[in-house]
């Protein structure tokens, strides 16, 4: 089992920046590759980042790139995403998401992950 739980979101400006993190807990950290998606409010999840176990590999949607910065610290168990030049279309509410079954690749698809956290609400006004 694992255990992910996510901070960071918030209100800001288009052009600001912002922190998220996941802190992970139960299963061992380095044990597991992990992703960003997000969801927009009658939309559907969509891929944002992910990262292999060991930070190696790291993949990007196209909508984020250049922009947005993924990356995981085995000690503490954090996962994060620095997010810069927020535009309005980023508002969304952010997952962080576990795969326990190929810690070495960095990927996409939704239906890969087998852990969840609850998400949080970044909003970004115009």
């Known amino acids: 089992q694992v255990q992910l739980v996510e901070s960071g979101g918030g209100l800001v400006q288009a052009g600001d920046s912002l922190r998220l993190s996941c802190a992970a807990s139960g299963r061992t950290f380095r044990q597991y590759a992990m992703a960003w998606f997000r969801q927009a409010p009658g939309k559907e999840r969509e891929f944002v980042a992910s990262i292999n176990w060991n930070g190696s590999t790291k993949d990007y949607s196209d909508s984020v790139k250049g922009r947005f910065t993924i990356s995981r610290d085995n000690a503490p168990n954090t996962l994060n995403l620095q997010m810069n030049s927020l535009r309005p279309e980023d508002t969304a509410v952010y997952y962080c998401?576990?795969?326990?079954?190929?810690?070495?690749?960095?990927?996409?698809?939704?239906?890969?992950?087998?852990?969840w956290g609850q998400g949080t609400k970044v909003t970004v006004s115009s």
């Open positions: 998401a576990a795969d326990i079954t190929r810690p070495w690749v960095a990927v996409a698809a939704v239906e890969n992950y087998d852990y």
